[in-house]
């Protein structure tokens, strides 16, 4: 079945440290998105691509990284310059020929500081 | 700026007590508004596309409706099982790229 899939589904950060997030999809998605979720906050974007070996910073994008050497994997890097990771961290992909469906979603990965 | 507010932020509901969650919205250029649901722990499921003022969809006990300026989700003798968090957000094209945005959502509680 087709889907994308987010590793691990629980991490947790000791001060100081980079983490990444794993997500992969084999939809034949050209376009991959990050983004976080605070209680009471929404949805808000880290980071986008549309293509291989590119992408765009969204409106939070201070304090994380990403890469998209492949079409299939977006993963996303915290570093230590993100003052306050613990969050839910949702990746997501869409077809930029078709978007009736919008996005198709993760199953997120939480993040917890310790 | 582009916005999207949904309203309210919490409903209690008992079973079979019908409702409307409220999803308002300003942005240029509106290509389309998606309903989604999200389960606690988990990612957001799609749920509806609109794209016209006047556009109906319907699903299961769930119909989505558009008109210029929000759209709302009706809900029909709701069953605990509808019990999730409902996202509103809006499609728009700028620069090249195409980006959702969304609202803050609405937790819906249905009581047995």
């Known amino acids: 079945d087709g889907g994308i899939t987010q590793s691990p589904k629980y991490l947790f950060r000791k001060e100081g440290q980079n983490v990444t997030l794993s997500c992969e999809q084999n939809l034949n998605h050209d376009a991959m998105y990050w983004y976080r979720q605070d209680p009471g906050q929404g949805l808000r974007l880290i980071y986008y691509s549309q293509i291989v070996n590119d992408f765009q910073k969204g409106d939070i994008a201070e304090g994380y990284s990403v890469s998209r050497e492949k079409k299939e994997s977006f993963p996303l890097t915290v570093t230590s310059a993100q003052k306050n990771p613990t969050a839910f961290y949702l990746c997501a992909s869409s077809r930029s020929s078709d978007f009736n469906y919008g996005y198709t979603f993760g199953s997120g990965t939480r993040l917890t500081v310790v | 700026e582009d916005q999207v507010t949904q309203s309210p932020e919490a409903l209690r509901l008992q079973e079979g007590e019908s409702s409307s969650l409220n999803c308002s919205y300003t942005?240029?250029?509106?290509?389309?508004l998606f309903w989604y649901r999200q389960d606690p722990g988990k990612g957001p499921e799609f749920l509806f596309t609109?794209?016209?003022a006047g556009e109906e969809k319907e699903k299961e006990r769930l119909k989505a409706t558009l008109t210029k300026k929000e759209s709302f989700l009706h809900i029909t003798a709701p069953k605990p099982e509808d019990s999730a968090t409902y996202l509103c957000?809006?499609?728009?094209?700028?620069?090249?790229?195409?980006?959702?945005?969304f609202g803050k959502g609405t937790k819906l509680t249905v009581n047995p």
């Open positions: 609109l794209y016209s």
């Open positions: 942005v240029s250029g509106l290509r389309g």
């Open positions: 957000a809006v499609h728009r094209a700028q620069g090249g790229s195409e980006k959702l945005v």
